[in-house]
């Protein structure tokens, strides 16, 4: 595992590629796309940058055989053109390959045979060696591109479990199941037999034990002509406690067949249920180097559909990016859909994975960037149906109400601002769930079936009430974090196991948070925090009607938090921590937005933001030891804020991410190496100094 580890997180830093355009190697029924942009990654760290950091060379070199002494740059592989890694799944297998292009096929082969003892297969019908590096990870490559292949193959659930020679129904199913794929182990196939298990004879007793136990024998029969013996009555007998009633001797248990007829019976079972894995094993392991080789052989022969020509990839994936991945969720749900059916009709074959993808539902592209002042995430949702496409405009036609902004200040750590329409998102999930059951093989040829029972769903959840109670517009803010000492009970037990209660303190951190959301139906909601009222006194809670507004009262002692207000006033509810955000609440007070939040907030349908400086500095009395806050300092230093935002742009839902960073990077690129080396220098400095004080 830490040869494939340390392989693939070489790929991932070296970022190569093919000279010829690496993404016409993938086809376009890929379900997941990753590509590394080599150029643009080592123009903001140059490889002998890269090579310079104690992390590399202490860490990475030693997960890929490469001495401590010499460069990354050794092995072989181009650190200057683009990765691809991709995921392909069929019928029973998911397989994740990786596209790297080789500078130097020696170096690289050097590479390979010092961690790897295999044998390197050389075909002369193929363009490309192989070498198997695990059951389940396999490489081929020529004098310029390797391909990295890792595969797992499943069969359905029913060829999973041994039948037992007990159940001869699940025996005769599983061997008609498995004489449908003749390289599938059968029930039958182990046919060693142990050696038969005999009993040691029992000890030989004496005359005298022998003819004591002749006397206490009686005979079943009885004298000839006796007289019967009276009935007894027997007194009723008080109920007693049998918890501690002496179990029968062992020699009382009555067996229908001699304990050596069971031990051999065993024998033989778990002799097959061996042999019978084994098998099993081998016939994976086939399969799995099978299905590589042929994934191998495509992407050096074959010319398939590729990714780089479907309007879903180009729309979404930005060539400039340092990293992209692009998901088709059509092809993951399809896979899904299939596991299902496999796993429940997996005794009939595969004929129930439908490998028609009649879709056109959504696919993402994020693509990553390393600005000098920020990293920034950008993210793009795009369909081909027009239909699917306008129900996930529609879900963001809604703009934040002007009243829960209120509880947004520039001073809180941080504050998350959604607004979306209720109606049409449930609009949406519901043509979803048509589309995504009826192109399953089983729901298929039923299709009509399916529409109607979603249609009964839709009129009744009723999505337009929901959408009365709540619109879609919601506020989340966290004000702060205070330390709060707070008391728990423990209990220590003596060498006989007599328990002692013991009360102790601890310190926990209490977030002082506001939830507001619109509504309307403030008559509903308003009965619904009234209820609670009634109940109070006999269930035994603190909550209270103070006025306007109620309380939930926590227990001081014990609880981080004091208290919980709820309020219903006007078109909002708010469930808060604060009594200061309770009587802005009521006093129907405004608050002044900063110039950035505000364009932030009504500007897009959702914004979140994090002061990560406060935030950490909240955390400090939560540091155990001198380690942590050293780290903690040093991310003070360096992480700036992190926000992100969604809206509408170009027809497509469109978000950005960004967490800006400080401190004398070049780029932020360079600022992800920085910290990974700061962090473990810390750490192994912190460790060097334990151990000394240890001697």
Not at 121 to 138: C, E, R
Not at 198 to 218: D, I, L, N, Q
Not at 297 to 325: C, G, L, M, Q
Not at 603 to 632: A, C, G, H, W
């Amino acid at each position: 595992m830490k040869k494939i580890i340390g392989l693939l997180i070489a790929v991932s830093l070296s970022v190569g590629g093919f000279t010829q355009n690496i993404l016409s190697k993938i086809p376009a029924d890929a379900a997941v796309v990753i590509r590394y942009s080599g150029e643009n990654l080592t123009k903001s760290v140059p490889v002998s940058k890269i090579d310079s950091y104690d992390f590399i060379k202490n860490k990475l070199y030693t997960l890929i055989g490469v001495d401590s002494l010499s460069s990354i740059q050794q092995t072989g592989i181009n650190l200057e053109k683009d990765i691809c890694q991709y995921v392909l799944m069929q019928d029973s297998s998911v397989s994740f390959i990786t596209l790297m292009q080789l500078k130097n096929e020696q170096q690289f082969l050097q590479l390979m045979q010092k961690n790897n003892k295999t044998e390197i297969i050389v075909s002369k019908d193929k363009p490309h060696k192989f070498l198997t590096i695990a059951d389940d990870k396999y490489l081929g490559w020529t004098d310029q591109l390797a391909v990295l292949v890792y595969t797992t193959y499943t069969k359905p659930s029913d060829y999973y479990y041994y039948p037992s020679y007990t159940d001869t129904t699940a025996a005769a199913i599983a061997d008609s199941a498995y004489a449908a794929d003749p390289g599938y182990p059968s029930v039958d196939s182990a046919i060693v037999e142990p050696p038969l298990y005999e009993p040691e004879p029992a000890p030989k007793k004496s005359k005298k034990e022998t003819a004591k136990a002749k006397k206490g024998v009686k005979s079943k029969k009885g004298k000839k002509g006796a007289k019967k013996a009276k009935p007894v009555e027997v007194e009723p007998v008080e109920d007693q406690d049998w918890t501690e009633a002496p179990l029968p001797a062992e020699d009382t248990i009555i067996y229908d067949k001699p304990l050596s007829e069971y031990s051999y019976a065993d024998s033989i079972e778990n002799a097959k249920r061996e042999q019978w894995y084994k098998e099993k094993d081998i016939y994976i392991n086939a399969k799995q180097k099978a299905i590589s080789d042929s994934l191998i052989n495509a992407v050096f022969t074959a010319k398939p559909v590729p990714i780089e020509n479907d309007i879903r990839y180009t729309k979404t994936i930005d060539p400039s990016a340092h990293v992209s991945a692009w998901l088709n969720y059509d092809n993951l749900m399809t896979q899904l859909w299939s596991s299902a059916y496999l796993k429940l009709y997996g005794l009939f074959g595969s004929s129930f994975y439908n490998k028609e993808k009649t879709n056109q539902g959504f696919t993402t592209g994020i693509n990553l960037f390393f600005d000098k002042d920020k990293i920034r995430v950008e993210q793009k949702l795009f369909s081909p149906d027009e239909e699917m496409a306008k129900l996930g405009r529609d879900m963001y036609k809604s703009k934040q109400k002007t009243s829960l902004t209120n509880y947004i200040n520039p001073g809180n750590i941080a504050y998350f601002s959604g607004s979306f329409n209720t109606e049409a998102v449930g609009r949406y999930y519901y043509k979803m769930m048509k589309q995504y059951l009826s192109d399953g093989y089983f729901f298929r040829d039923n299709s009509e079936l399916v529409n109607i029972y979603i249609d009964l769903m839709e009129i009744i959840i009723d999505e337009k009430a929901i959408a009365e109670l709540m619109p879609g517009n919601m506020v989340m803010v966290l004000h702060d974090m205070t330390s709060k000492t707070v008391s728990y009970t423990t209990y220590e037990y003596d060498k006989d196991f007599n328990q002692t209660e013991i009360k102790k303190t601890k310190k926990e951190l209490s977030p002082n948070f506001t939830i507001a959301f619109e509504t309307k139906r403030p008559d509903f909601l308003q009965k619904l925090v009234d209820l609670p009222v009634k109940y109070a006194e006999k269930e035994k809670f603190k909550y209270a009607n103070k006025g306007g507004y109620y309380e939930f009262s926590f227990d001081p002692e014990k609880d981080p938090i004091s208290s919980l207000f709820f309020i219903v006033k006007d078109d909002k509810v708010v469930i808060t921590t604060s009594k200061e955000m309770i009587d802005l609440t009521l006093s129907n007070e405004s608050r002044k937005l900063s110039p950035d939040i505000k364009k932030s907030v009504f500007k897009n349908n959702y914004s979140f933001k994090i002061n990560t400086e406060k935030l950490l500095q909240q955390v400090d009395p939560e540091l155990s030891t001198e380690t942590m806050r050293k780290i903690k300092t040093y991310l003070e230093q360096n992480i700036g804020n992190v926000q992100m935002e969604s809206k509408i742009k170009d027809g497509m839902i469109q978000s950005t991410g960004s967490m800006s960073i400080k401190g004398t990077h070049h780029n932020s690129f360079e600022f992800l190496f920085n910290i990974i080396d700061n962090i473990n220098t810390i750490l192994s400095s912190d460790k060097n100094a334990t151990e000394e004080t240890h001697y």
